[in-house]
């Protein structure tokens, strides 16, 4: 039975210009229907003196709708809010209180936790503790039966939430924002997430509360900060949404997952998330400035200096990249690793010769330092990856081919990202999938489809074994790793038939050449790569 959506309106910091609000919401309300109810978060009061607030307190002025706010998070505004439990303000307006649950009679269910966060004691009127949060969070989630609310109202931002998410613009979520508000996000898991007080809009795409292919799937938060009422630059200040209880929702429905669903910005895996606690940002690696000339004779120009100045714009002392435990013949710096095979260094990442390719441009994607798996490897490397990704997909087609890519994290100690080159002529992306799946079945491997733009650190835990194949087209299909994983599967699969139909390649070692005829492939994919090689752009 489909149950009729209520109609809902959000707000952002009101700052007592009550008549720009209410004359907003009624002009929308004229042209596009009724709203059910009004949140506001943020401050609700100004510090301008309150002739526009006395005409609604004595009845001259009217809200056009029922309007719930949330309280003071400054001393000048704590006068308006009496009863800490939530009283009338006004006709059609209410003020919700300090904390709580409010439930409609739809059905809909709505915490509130007002003022800003606040570690002193005793706690401010206009500030909210840790213990204000806990005992929040003890109210609602301790039955086994709690699945979430459908609303959540703070005034502050909740700290981290741009984590893994679109830009949150000038706002720095690693700094700006409350931890307490993270972690309560992340125990009551709301549909809806609304917060002011940083005098802009954002909306995060949604993020998913479970773990992918650990805990069972449940339903995606928003959230959405709002600017404040009637500013200049005309940032939303009103958001409009419908909302289905979740009390009333098909459990199907309910848990769809958005096309655009990210990873969880507060957490990165179950155990942290299971103690409430958020996760601070990844530190972020400074550049490596490594270096060193390939092509002396050509006169190639190489800067070490100005290569990263986009993500790092006052660059500190580089810090060293992670070194191996022992011997690595991967890591650049490392004495094992055969430098004639290299072909293009980039500032966090480089680009080999697979020695015993399947084809003679067979290259891998290898960090510069020590990294066993992308699972493992900082942003700014993720970044290069993604980039050399880009840039040699461009490379091949130009040269009639397609590149699969295969990553293995089993028995291997440094990230090797595998890029295999198919001409376009032997057969589409459709089939090279078909033969990765129709392979995996045959050997009772279990091939997951990823989404394109997915990413594995969403799916893998650091540590844990597993191989993925990406196709062209960006998808992904992974495998978790559990035991006794055929270590040249990839390599089989592309060998075989159905693919490149090399078969007596499927052994590197069956493929290995004289050293001489390795520099010869090395130079001659330098020469061919350099109009592609962005590490030349100044
Ligand atoms: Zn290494």
Redesign the pocket.
């Known amino acids: 039975m489909a149950q009729k959506p209520l109609r809902l309106l959000a707000c952002g910091d009101v700052e007592g210009k009550f008549d720009v609000l209410f004359n907003r919401v009624r002009a929308i309300q004229k042209k596009s229907g009724n709203f059910d109810l009004l949140l506001c978060v943020g401050n609700f009061f100004g510090s301008t003196p309150d002739a526009e607030w006395e005409e609604y307190k004595t009845g001259i002025k009217k809200a056009p709708i029922q309007t719930y706010v949330l309280g003071a998070n400054n001393q000048e505004t704590v006068k308006y809010f009496q009863d800490a439990d939530g009283c009338e303000l006004a006709e059609n307006i209410t003020y919700l209180g300090r904390k709580g649950i409010f439930t409609g009679s739809s059905g809909l269910q709505i915490v509130y936790l007002s003022g800003t966060e606040s570690v002193d004691e005793p706690v401010p009127g206009y500030s909210f503790s840790p213990k204000d949060v806990s005992s929040l969070r003890t109210m609602l989630c301790s039955t086994s039966q709690f699945k979430g609310v459908d609303i959540l109202l703070t005034s502050p931002w909740p700290k981290y939430v741009g984590n893994f998410g679109n830009s949150s613009g000038e706002v720095d979520t690693k700094k700006c924002g409350s931890a307490l508000i993270s972690g309560l996000a992340t125990d009551l898991k709301p549909r809806y997430h609304f917060a002011a007080l940083e005098k802009t809009y954002y909306e995060r795409l949604p993020y998913r509360n479970h773990i992918v292919l650990q805990e069972t799937t449940q339903h995606a938060t928003r959230f959405i900060a709002l600017a404040s009422v009637g500013n200049p630059e005309k940032k939303k200040y009103l958001y409009a949404f419908s909302i289905v209880p979740m009390k009333l929702m098909d459990a199907a429905e309910l848990v769809k997952q958005p096309p655009d669903v990210t990873e969880n910005p507060y957490r990165k895996s179950g155990k942290e998330a299971s103690m409430g606690k958020p996760i601070p940002a990844p530190e972020e690696e400074s550049a490596c400035q490594f270096f060193f000339d390939l092509n002396e004779k050509q006169g190639r120009k190489r800067s070490s200096t100005g290569r990263d100045s986009k993500s790092s714009p006052h660059p500190k002392q580089p810090r060293k990249p992670?070194?191996?435990p022992g011997p690595?013949?991967?890591?650049l710096a490392?004495p094992e690793v055969e430098k004639h095979l290299v072909v293009n260094i980039g500032t966090h990442c480089y680009l080999a010769l697979a020695k015993g390719g399947l084809s003679d441009d067979h290259v891998l994607i290898l960090?510069i330092?020590?990294?066993q798996s992308v699972v493992e490897l900082s942003a700014e490397v993720v970044e290069e990856v993604e980039k050399y990704k880009v840039t040699l997909r461009r490379f091949f087609k130009s040269r009639g081919k397609r590149c699969v890519l295969f990553e293995r994290n089993y028995k291997s100690?440094?990230?090797q990202l595998q890029v295999i080159p198919v001409p376009l002529s032997r057969c589409t992306t459709d089939d090279i999938k078909d033969a990765f799946v129709t392979q995996a079945e045959q050997q009772q491997i279990e091939l997951l489809e990823i989404p394109e733009h997915s990413d594995i650190k969403q799916i893998a835990q650091p540590g844990a074994a597993y191989f993925y194949v990406e196709l062209d087209t960006g998808e992904k299909l992974f495998h978790r790793i559990k035991k006794n994983f055929p270590l040249q599967f990839g390599r089989e699969v592309l060998a075989s038939e159905a693919i490149l139909n090399i078969p007596d390649k499927s052994d590197w070692r069956q493929c290995q050449v004289s050293k001489e005829e390795e520099e010869m492939l090395a130079h001659r994919f330098r020469k061919d790569f350099e109009p592609f090689d962005f590490t030349l752009d100044d």
Not at 328 to 331: N, V
């Open positions: 992670p070194q191996p690595c013949w991967f890591c490392s960090p330092g020590h990294y100690h440094h990230l």
